[in-house]
């Protein structure tokens, strides 16, 4: 049985980066093959412009592999269909409210279905975590995200910086500029502490204008998980995947490979009859270094030096790069002496 609040599709905020990573997860787990992969893809790139405070830093070339581009609400929709053509039954506008005295899952409207075992993977504010193992700790980042149709014209201009970064704009957050077939996407996210919508608006403001777009379009927002609340894999009757499980890069705030592995590693745990998932997996540990690392890029003099090293060194945009791809560890932006200083705050 697979319960969601919305019908499909749906829109849902999201950069809809896909990682090598998150593509390899995809085919090795055989959901998708990797020419089913391709067809879902918007665009790919392997150029990354990095800006601070609006000022650009460097545009690096020859990304190995490219990420790639999907559109959220065609890529989820094909990954229900794949399900409900493995056998799930899939139950749209859905809303889960709790849990009741019987062993069931109770729904708006009352509505309630006997469960054996439940993954819940309800996102960032995850009614499911919630009730079954309390609020994760600390506040929620935000994001705001909108798309602007582009003539082709206009629209190479953007390709030719490839992914933006802007650095500057957020404490503990920043800008994206991702082209696509035929718009681009813009948006803002404060992802290791708590910003009010107007900031981030603000913020989105800013950018919009530097882009030289011109014009106003309607922004969605959405919540991320928060920088302090830990990995909850779940345990017994109720296990935890992607977002709702706490498993949103705190640097970045990407969350596909890690929701795709999470998930992957839940079903292995349903099957194997396992109280949980292990969380000794790439994913956690892919979190908990971010945690630990987000200073590097937006706090004290670790992200001077970072923008300094992003304007200055090949080298170091290449694994920043590789980082984002899933093909590196934070911990390789650094020596070892300033991964130990860093790590110890």
């Not at 935000?142 to 190479?156: D, K, N, R």
């Not at 970045?252 to 890690?258: A, D, K, L, Q, W």
């Amino acid at each position: 049985m697979l319960a969601d609040r919305c019908r499909f599709p749906r829109q849902k905020l999201c950069g809809g980066v896909l990682s090598n990573c998150g593509a390899n997860l995809l085919a090795e787990m055989g959901m998708l093959l990797p020419a089913e992969i391709e067809d879902l893809v918007m665009a790919r790139h392997g150029t990354f412009s990095c800006w601070d405070s609006l000022k650009h830093l460097r545009t690096f070339h020859g990304g190995t592999p490219e990420m790639r581009l999907l559109d959220r609400a065609e890529f989820d929709s094909f990954l229900c269909r794949r399900a409900v053509e493995a056998g799930a039954v899939f139950l749209g506008e859905h809303c889960f409210r709790g849990f009741g005295d019987g062993g069931d899952a109770v729904f708006e409207g009352g509505e309630r279905i006997r469960f054996q075992r439940m993954v819940g993977a309800d996102g960032a504010c995850s009614a499911v975590r919630r009730l079954a193992y309390g609020r994760p700790r600390g506040r929620y980042g935000l994001c705001l995200e909108t798309f602007f149709p582009l003539s082709p014209g206009v629209l190479e201009r953007f390709v030719a910086q490839g992914l933006e970064i802007h650095f500057g704009l957020l404490p503990y957050g920043y800008g994206w500029v991702f082209p696509r077939r035929e718009d681009v996407c813009v948006g803002v996210g404060s992802f290791g502490c708590a910003r009010r919508p107007k900031e981030l608006a603000g913020a989105a403001e800013k950018l919009i204008a530097h882009l030289g777009l011109g014009y106003r379009r309607p922004m969605r927002g959405a919540p991320v998980p928060p920088c302090r609340g830990g990995v909850q894999a779940g345990r017994d009757r109720v296990l935890l995947a992607g977002d709702a499980a706490g498993l949103c890069d705190r640097v970045s705030g990407e969350g596909i490979p890690h929701a795709l592995e999470s998930g992957f590693l839940a079903a292995e745990a349903l099957i194997a009859g396992a109280s949980s998932w292990d969380t000794r997996a790439r994913c956690v540990r892919q979190i908990r270094d971010s945690g630990r690392y987000r200073h590097l890029l937006y706090a004290g003099p670790f992200r001077n030096l970072a923008m300094r090293k992003l304007r200055d060194s090949e080298r170091f945009m290449q694994t920043y790069w590789e980082i984002a791809a899933g093909e590196s560890r934070y911990s390789a932006l650094l020596q070892r002496r300033a991964a130990r200083m860093l790590s110890a705050t």
